[in-house]
């Protein structure tokens, strides 16, 4: 399914990533965001992030994403909580930004680092990103446990165990300095919003057979070893100075 597809059934998510407007906050406690940071989202989604962070705490900040409906609908946000002074929207390839962004004090990559290859690219496009002392918060899948069916372990190539996340952070010369875990009820009430995305589609086509399979395909991942296997967590980094 090409990303257009995708988007269209994720886009009514009030967060692209099986996690709460709550735990966002709590992240962004940790991490220290305030009116002085300026916070580059890395694949931004729909703006809900910033949109949250720049309300609650009067930062400034910049979202990239390479899908345009995306870009839209986190500008279209944006005007509609007045936040149009802090917050913008730019579409691009965030591994690879044509105009790099400076003076970004809080990086965020939340459920995007396969944009980036995987866990290890992102935490180095975070720290790329990153003026001196920066902090930054990656939310990512982890495996709960290093016991994975290989079969299982095939379908989800760049998730890691926390244990290696940790190893990947010091490599790119970061500190952890918090956890924000998302619980299981979360991460059932994030797979069920997209499934009825699904099921809403197939109401009004049920001859897509491409919805039908995604959706088939997705239940089966994550009752067959998604939930027994698979957490969300955003860990919160802080760089060195």
């Keep these: 399914m090409d990303d257009v597809r995708l988007w269209e059934l994720q886009a009514d998510l009030t967060l692209m990533n099986p996690t709460t407007p709550d735990r ?17 989202d890395l694949g931004c989604g729909n703006g809900t992030v910033l949109a949250l962070l ?24 944006a005007k509609s909580r007045g936040l149009e002074d802090r917050i913008a929207f730019r579409c691009g390839d965030a591994a690879d930004p044509a105009d790099p962004v400076s003076g970004v004090t809080v990086a965020l990559c939340l459920g995007s680092a396969s944009a980036f290859g995987g866990i290890e690219g992102a935490v180095g496009a975070l720290r790329a990103s990153l003026e001196a002392g920066g902090r930054a918060v990656l939310g990512e899948r982890y495996w709960r ?13 760049d998730c890691v165990t926390e244990y290696e996340l940790l190893g990947i ?3 790119h010369g970061f500190a952890l300095t918090g956890i924000v875990r998302s619980t299981e009820g979360e991460f059932d009430a994030y797979e069920s919003g997209i499934w009825a995305a699904c099921r809403e589609r197939l ?3 049920p001859d897509d057979l491409e ?3 995604y959706l088939e395909r997705l ?16 860990y919160i980094l802080s760089g060195p100075e």
């Design 169 to 171: 952070v010091r490599e």
């Design 219 to 234: 239940q089966d991942e994550y009752l067959g070893y998604g939930r027994e296997y698979v957490g969300w967590a955003m």
């Design 145 to 157: 446990t290093e016991r994975v069916p290989p079969e299982f372990a095939r379908d989800f190539a």
């Design 54 to 77: 720049a309300d609650a705490f009067g930062c400034r900040g910049l979202g990239i994403d390479c899908r345009p409906e995306a870009v839209l609908a986190g500008r279209a946000l």
């Design 211 to 213: 919805v039908r399979t």
């Design 203 to 205: 109401a009004h086509a």
């Design 24 to 40: 966002v906050f709590s992240a962004a406690r940790i991490v220290g965001v305030s009116a002085e940071d300026f916070v580059l």
